[in-house]
């Protein structure tokens, strides 16, 4: 009888969902960033080797009165 009665505590015990449930959704958030910086990545490089080319070929020189 005692080991019928743990079981039915155990199995209405509810502590742990909340934090199954956060891990799942922080391993959800974590793919979703996966995916969007695979699929954004080589644009993102690319932008910024133009930025590095267009700043590299201009003169910044100050020319004062």
Do not use: P
């Not at 509810?14 to 956060?22: F, H, P, R, Y």
């Amino acid at each position: 009888m005692k080991l019928m009665n743990a079981f039915q505590n155990f199995a209405k015990d509810e502590s742990g969902a909340v934090t199954v449930d956060w891990v799942v959704l922080t391993a959800a958030i974590v793919g979703l960033g996966l995916v969007v910086m695979n699929t954004v990545g080589a644009g993102v490089t690319n932008l910024g080797n133009k930025v590095a080319t267009d700043l590299s070929n201009t003169d910044f020189t100050f020319e004062g009165r």
